[in-house]
């Protein structure tokens, strides 16, 4: 009998799951159509704790889903499976009695201008910006920032359709690329109409995020990640080091700062993961999910702290006490692969890289006869390295010396570029 109920199908955080909850013990809801196009039901064999598919209007009508759907017996715990989930998970767990971050606070951070709006309320620092429309008030806005803007879709994920520009750049282009990807579902969301768009000053300095886990609205535990930024106008992340260097305070003025929101946003019991960029020496709000990060940064946790977030984050959504806290960390970090559009014409060094010393995981998603396209978004990653050390830094080193072990060499095509 299901013991959870995981609203957003992820194959992905599936296989993770399957390593520590018992078989069977996994009902995944989502959107008839998604669950379909994503062949979920054809998995329940492959992977132990999955158990069955519940469809429903998980994205197209989340407020009505407790008078669409009963709690499914033994069902103990709700939680999101990515952000399209959120707010389903969170407003079930509210009807059904059970541990969450409240419907409120997760509709919050599913809505970029919602946060916007709550940042600007609580006092909390963030760029000035606002809700675009067309690319005249865009281009409006960004006459204002001497430091160019930021254009993004207020609630896709993955850094879809966002993009850094600097001063003079080609607005009605950017718009016209933002609006297309925003319209585009795939196999996590359905079609739909465009999301919203914000229009933001650009933030200086350096990005981090930060990953707190609260039961009853009291942190349990918190984490400060350093990002590695790919350059130029896709700002896609391209590693993660855990925990973020401690010179100058910024660990401690991050995890006030997320502290500060989390208050503000009313949140109760779940994960919170928040991205945050340094400028004059203070934390300014980027974005904030109300979900398990990304980008594999859980996996940094448990290998920096000897602490599983996932497996601590079930325990409280069931209403279980959580492992003791971490010990003093070590170093972990993740630096992902980016390869030249085209055909992959030879891929060599997987091996060198895994037999690299500190290496904990090696994975290369593309082969030869691949085709890559420019990176515009996590999707379009080829790949990834995992290490451990000493430190943050350590650890991020021999990442790096191992990814760099990796050739994959590419052709153009009549794709690349597209």
């Not at 691949?370 to 451990?388: D, K, N």
Request: proline residues 7%; negative net charge; hydrophobic residues 45%.
């Amino acid at each position: 009998m299901p013991a959870y109920l995981l609203v957003g199908y992820s194959a992905d955080l599936l296989r993770v799951l399957d390593g520590f909850l018992a078989p069977d013990s996994v009902l995944v809801m989502d959107e008839p159509e998604v669950l379909a196009v994503r062949g979920a039901r054809d998995r329940t064999g492959e992977i132990a704790c999955f158990a069955d598919v519940l469809p429903a209007p998980v994205q197209t009508d989340a407020d009505r889903l407790p008078a669409l759907v009963a709690p499914p017996p033994g069902v103990s715990a709700v939680l999101p499976g990515n952000d399209y989930g959120v707010v389903a998970a969170a407003v079930l767990a509210d009807a059904w009695g059970l541990p969450g971050p409240g419907a409120e606070a997760a509709r919050t951070f599913r809505d970029k201008r919602r946060q916007r709006r709550l940042a600007d309320e609580a006092g909390i620092p963030q760029p000035t910006w606002r809700e675009v429309s067309d690319a005249a008030e865009a281009a409006e806005f960004a006459a204002g920032c001497p430091d160019g803007f930021v254009l993004k879709p207020a609630t896709l994920q993955s850094s879809e359709g966002v993009l850094v520009l600097e001063p003079g750049a080609d607005v009605a282009a950017a718009w016209r690329h933002t609006t297309a990807r925003n319209v585009i579902g795939g196999t996590m969301r359905l079609d739909g109409a465009p999301s919203p768009c914000l229009a933001e000053r650009r933030l200086l300095g350096e990005e981090f995020s930060v990953e707190l886990l609260l039961r009853d609205g009291a942190a349990l535990f918190c984490n400060v990640t350093a990002k590695r930024l790919l350059g130029g106008v896709h700002p896609v992340e391209m590693g993660h080091v855990v925990p973020a260097p401690p010179e100058g305070g910024v660990r401690e003025s991050l995890s006030a700062s997320m502290l500060a929101l989390a208050r503000a946003s009313g949140f109760r019991t779940g994960v919170m993961h928040g991205e945050w960029i340094i400028e004059d020496g203070m934390p300014h709000l980027v974005e904030c999910a109300a979900r398990l990060p990304g980008d594999q940064i859980h996996r940094l946790i448990e290998l920096a702290y000897d602490w599983d977030l996932l497996r601590n984050w079930f325990r409280i959504a069931a209403g279980q006490e959580p492992a003791a806290a971490p010990r003093r960390p070590q170093g972990a970090a993740i630096r992902f692969l980016g390869v030249r559009p085209g055909r992959v014409t030879s891929v060599s060094g997987i091996d060198e890289a895994r037999s690299t010393a500190g290496v904990r995981d090696v994975a290369v998603s593309v082969a030869v006869g691949s085709h890559v396209e420019p990176i515009r978004s996590s999707w379009e990653r080829s790949g990834f390295v995992i290490a451990t050390g000493p430190d943050g830094r350590g650890a991020e080193r021999t990442a790096r010396t191992a990814s760099e072990r990796i050739v994959i060499a590419t052709e153009q095509d009549a794709l690349a570029g597209a």
